[in-house]
């Protein structure tokens, strides 16, 4: 148990549609991430937020945009739904900038995109 | 793209001391090397980090060599809850956590 959660466990869309995923951050951790794992892959990068703004970004189209809040929570949002888009979606928390590196993670949304 | 480089899988018994390695030729001065694992439908679990010294938690040992250009990760007593993905990760420790993720070992544990 790391403290982070994340909802929905799993997830059907369509092409082309809309989709909003959220996360639950360890209490007092200021930044968050959020990932992409294709089948098979390591997780990749999407972006991550510190204290509510974006902090770095990875190489993932201007769809796919975020939202972090005061109560530790966020939120992943992706337009126009691609089938490239099915992977599991995960969250990180951390302690903020400057902080040793250790992320913690929730266990993730799978995302299937028919 | 990923830094480090490491086998696909391997398999270690259980009770055995489980060594994975990992190369990252290109580390600078500033990076640190991390290790996470990844249990099937869970998401990554840091185990451990360093930045030229040995070091041991209740988990495991990193060990990195001299050079800093590889180093190995030892579970000492596998069990069948090691078995995993583990991901060796090269990062500088200046506020940005950013992790960039290769394809990882996976590691069975064999009963």
């Known amino acids: 148990e790391t403290g982070v959660t994340q909802s929905p466990t799993h997830l059907i869309k369509t092409r082309g549609q809309q989709v909003t995923l959220r996360c639950s951050s360890q209490?007092?951790?200021?930044?968050v991430s959020w990932y992409q794992q294709a089948l098979g892959q390591g997780p990749q990068f999407i972006f991550q937020?510190?204290?509510?703004?974006?902090?770095g970004r990875g190489n993932f189209p201007p769809r796919f945009s975020g939202l972090q809040f005061p109560n530790y929570s966020s939120e992943l949002n992706v337009n126009a739904l691609e089938l490239d888009d099915s992977a599991l979606y995960l969250c990180?928390?951390?302690?903020?900038?400057?902080?040793?590196?250790?992320?913690?993670f929730g266990p993730g949304t799978r995302l299937t995109v028919l | 793209d990923a830094k480090t480089t490491q086998p696909p899988s391997m398999d270690c018994a259980e009770g055995r001391a489980a060594n994975l390695p990992c190369n990252h030729s290109?580390?600078?001065?500033?990076?640190?090397v991390y290790w996470y694992r990844q249990i099937h439908s869970q998401g990554p679990q840091y185990i451990i980090h360093?930045?030229?010294n040995n070091e041991t938690n209740e988990m495991a040992s990193l060990i990195i060599t001299e050079d800093r250009k590889s180093s190995t990760l030892i579970l000492p007593h596998a069990t069948l809850r090691d078995t995993a993905v583990y991901y060796c990760?090269?990062?500088?420790?200046?506020?940005?956590?950013?992790?960039?993720f290769g394809t990882g070992t996976r590691l069975t544990i064999i009963p």
């Open positions: 290109t580390i600078s001065g500033n990076e640190y």
């Open positions: 209490s007092g951790h200021n930044t």
């Open positions: 937020y510190y204290r509510e703004e974006e902090n």
């Open positions: 990760i090269v990062e500088a420790n200046f506020g940005n956590e950013k992790l960039t």
């Open positions: 990180a928390s951390g302690p903020g900038q400057g902080g040793l590196n250790e992320q913690f």
């Open positions: 360093g930045l030229k």
